[in-house]
């Protein structure tokens, strides 16, 4: 805006507030009969899945079709066609199911000790990113979250050392989630600690329990004076 005329982009902008939110719509738009069906959209993350190698070319063909009609244009540096497992939005896709990235894994297992709040904050920053793939985080991690109550000097506990060896062997070997299908039978369980509390969502298929999701949490203040029915 000028003291002689008003001036709009032409293109959407980058950094404006609204860009994302703007730009998912406008996908929803274009895509509204693929998605949830043979493609997932998350602002200019796309993903064409399909169950079967032979309709794979022509979902394709359907989504590039919808590309070139509205004039959109995709980066082929940052494309990648036929694969069986991916990464996007920073988890591992598979055939098998979702699984967390590698890296974020490997980043907490090759850390050392932390020696400072500092530290120990970018760790349960890690931990909390990764607590859906993991059981009982909020229990596991409790000694951590210890060491950043303000009215404490900080101090790496054996029992910190203890816990952190423990998470890291976990780490080593993280689970894969699946998706809930419909009509399989869904479970829950939970566990309740004095410190927190855990659950985690299955699915039955073929008579075998499949992971779906993790929920962890400390208990906080009063809530550890709670009774076990109450938490």
């Not at 993350?45 to 070139?68: C, F, N, P, W, Y």
Request: proline share 3%.
């Amino acid at each position: 805006m000028t003291n002689t005329c008003n001036y709009h982009y032409n293109v959407m902008s980058f950094g404006l507030k609204n860009a994302g939110a703007t730009y998912q719509r406008l996908m929803d738009r274009v895509f509204s009969e693929k998605i949830g069906k043979n493609l997932e959209v998350y602002i200019d993350d796309m993903v064409v899945k399909t169950t079967k190698e032979g309709e794979h070319d022509q979902d394709l063909g359907d989504i590039l079709a919808s590309v070139r009609k509205y004039n959109m244009r995709l980066n082929p540096a940052k494309c990648s066609f036929g694969v069986q497992a991916g990464k996007s939005l920073g988890f591992m896709l598979t055939s098998r199911g979702i699984g967390a990235n590698p890296e974020k894994f490997q980043a907490i297992i090759d850390i050392q000790s932390p020696a400072s709040v500092k530290e120990v904050q970018q760790l349960t920053r890690r931990i909390t990113a990764l607590s859906r793939f993991l059981s009982c985080a909020g229990e596991k991690a409790f000694y951590f979250f210890a060491t950043l109550k303000k009215s404490k000097r900080f101090a790496w506990s054996p029992q910190c050392e203890e816990a952190f060896q423990k998470l890291k062997k976990i780490l080593a070997s993280p689970p894969i989630l699946t998706c809930p299908e419909p009509g399989n039978t869904l479970y829950l369980y939970l566990a309740v600690s004095d410190r927190a509390f855990s659950s985690v969502l299955v699915q039955e298929v073929k008579g075998e329990e499949k992971l779906v999701y993790f929920v962890n949490r400390t208990l906080r203040g009063a809530e550890v004076r709670y009774q076990k029915i109450e938490r």
